[in-house]
């Protein structure tokens, strides 16, 4: 359509030949592939950020900065667009994200930390850019170095490693996708979801019965003893009874897959079953 056009305003004499690209076609990639995200942990963030000069030798928050998008998640473009007194006031537990500075246009408000709060206050002049524009990526790289990050993770890390540890760590946790995504700016979970970066822990804590953010919960017993016990007694709304168990029914009990049976126990032990269904 464009040399159409091109062609009726007379600024081509003819219309080019372009070949027409396969669907399937794939095209070459990067010789360096693509940028490999350094996860930090919540000690190595905070480690970077203390490591950081609060001001730059032009006078940019470089500390505030940094600490703002540690403790929230923001896209370092968002920061950058952010204005006083519009946007923030000193003292405001508050942040509010216009549809312009964000992204993915997603205008709402968000909940601030303490340390957010400090630091947004230690930054935030009377009128105009919170966060002026500035290239800090040389003096993360060494504040990552001096917070002890091995030479060659500390020369690779960079501002929206931050966003991406930050949501790893909130997501265990919190164990809440959505939240994180709201903070993060996502309107979709599923775009959250490709943010959150599982440790080995994560995987431990399956096999130990322990859903992250949540110690305490109990174990399911062994598949071969028949009854899975549950972790804490619930009450079933009589004083003789309680749930006893989640008992394993056959395919002839519960017809279309693998199923359970939810059992309480009544009076001299006897076993009822109050509800079934298919895994």
């Known amino acids: 359509r464009l040399f159409d056009w091109m062609v009726e305003q007379k600024l081509l004499d003819t219309k080019p030949a372009i070949p027409r690209i396969p669907r399937r076609a794939t095209g070459t990639a990067h010789p360096k592939g693509k940028r490999e995200t350094v996860t930090l942990t919540p000690e190595e963030m905070d480690a970077i950020v203390a490591q950081l000069p609060v001001r730059s030798k032009l006078g940019y928050p470089i500390r505030p900065y940094y600490e703002v ?23 405001a537990r508050y942040l509010t994200i ?29 009128q105009g850019a919170i966060f002026p524009k500035f290239d800090g990526r040389h003096t993360l790289r060494k504040a990552a170095l001096a917070a002890g990050l091995e030479p060659e993770r500390a020369s690779k890390v960079s501002a929206y490693d931050l966003r991406y540890s930050l949501a790893t760590e909130l997501t265990e946790r919190s164990g809440n996708l959505v939240g994180v995504g709201y903070l993060l700016g996502h309107k979709h979970v599923t775009t959250t979801n490709h943010y959150v970066h599982a440790p080995r822990k994560a995987a431990e804590s399956v096999l130990s019965g322990h859903r992250l953010g949540h110690q305490g919960a109990g174990r399911l017993g062994p598949p071969s003893s028949g009854v899975a016990q549950l972790p804490v007694t619930k009450g079933c709304g009589r004083e003789d009874s309680c749930v006893t168990g989640i008992r394993r029914a056959g395919a002839d009990e519960v017809r279309g897959g693998v199923g359970f049976q939810v059992q309480y126990g009544g009076p001299e032990g006897a076993e009822y079953t109050v509800g079934e269904g298919r895994l």
Request: hydrophobic residues 30%; positive net charge; glycine residues 8%.
């Open 69 to 91: 998008m540690r403790e929230t998640g923001l896209r370092p473009s968002t920061l950058h667009r952010l204005t006083a007194p519009d946007d923030y006031q000193p003292g």
């Open 98 to 126: 216009r549809e312009d500075a964000d992204r993915a246009r997603y205008g709402r408000g968000l909940p601030l930390s303490a340390r957010a709060r400090a630091a947004l206050d230690s930054a935030c002049p009377d």
